[in-house]
């Protein structure tokens, strides 16, 4: 479930920006390649991270995705934070397309017009989709807080983000 967090850093939006696009476009080192690391891209008013894992694809991957204001004399960084939004959308379509399926096959079920070599693929595949999609969402995103708490250490380590908990959550993204 993805959560909404403001951090701050010390640096300007600019500097910020910068500081991020020198960190992406360094070499993977062999550790980084073993374990993965944090990559992403953005502007100075736009931000986004996620931990990719060398070679690997996961669009289950955590990210985190939002904007950067100028504020206090460095930069606030209001974003959400867990799988984006676009997989949640893909899901709903996914579930609702095999969906539409299986209540067409329900319906041919009891229809004795129609073979039971006709009945079964048309029940039974979208079925097998359907449990796919469920076992994609359950073990996808399964190291999801690890890489949450990654993502943070990265902003930490790399442009001195800080969680920032005085101030209210009401004009979040």
């Known amino acids: 479930m993805a959560r909404k967090i403001?951090?701050?850093?010390?640096?300007?939006?600019?500097?910020?920006?910068?500081?991020?696009?020198?960190?992406?476009?360094?070499?993977?080192?062999?550790?980084?390649?073993?374990?993965?690391?944090?990559m992403g891209g953005g502007t100075e008013e736009k931000i986004l991270l996620r931990f990719v894992q060398h070679n690997i694809r996961n669009d289950f991957a955590t990210c985190l995705n939002g904007k950067m204001v100028p504020e206090r004399g460095g930069t606030m960084i209001k974003a959400r934070l867990g799988r984006a939004r676009s997989l949640n959308v893909f899901m709903i379509f996914w579930f609702g397309f095999l969906g539409f399926f299986m209540l067409v096959s329900t319906v041919l079920v009891g229809s004795q017009n129609v073979p039971l070599s006709f009945k079964l693929p048309f029940f039974g595949i979208p079925l097998l989709m359907m449990l796919a999609g469920v076992a994609m969402l359950k073990f996808g995103g399964k190291n999801a807080p690890e890489h949450e708490e990654k993502i943070l250490a990265f902003l930490a380590d790399t442009v001195k983000a800080r969680e920032d908990r005085d101030t209210r959550l009401t004009d979040i993204i």
């Not at 300007?12 to 980084?32: F, G, I, N, S």
């Open 6 to 38: 403001r951090l701050f850093s010390p640096y300007a939006p600019v500097p910020l920006a910068r500081m991020l696009e020198k960190e992406m476009d360094r070499e993977w080192t062999q550790k980084e390649k073993n374990k993965g690391r944090v």
